[in-house]
């Protein structure tokens, strides 16, 4: 049989060996950086679509800043979800 480790892997499958089971939770760790990454890269959109929505704002362009604000808030959802995988990828590791 499988000895001291044994893990449930994807797929339901079973890990046996030590260093197939750290393969398992490096690629993992890998997925949750990159999901963290794009979070931040969302937010770091955000955060620049309103600056240009503040600027709209004050020269008056009240139409394109909401549209863009719109698109900011959108941003900033994606940023939220992609983060609340990350934080659970972290916490069934």
Known sequence: MCG????VVPNN???CSESELAGY???????ELMLR????EALKNS???????????KHGNRVEARRLLNEARTQRTISTLLMAEAHKLEMNS
Request: hydrophobic fraction near 50%; charge should be positive; glycine fraction near 4%.
């Open 37 to 40: 990454k794009r979070a931040l």
């Open 47 to 57: 955060t620049r679509t309103l600056e240009v929505v503040s600027d709209l704002i």
């Open 4 to 7: 001291m480790h044994l893990a």
């Open 25 to 31: 939770l490096k690629m993992r760790g890998r997925e």
């Open 13 to 15: 499958r079973i890990a």
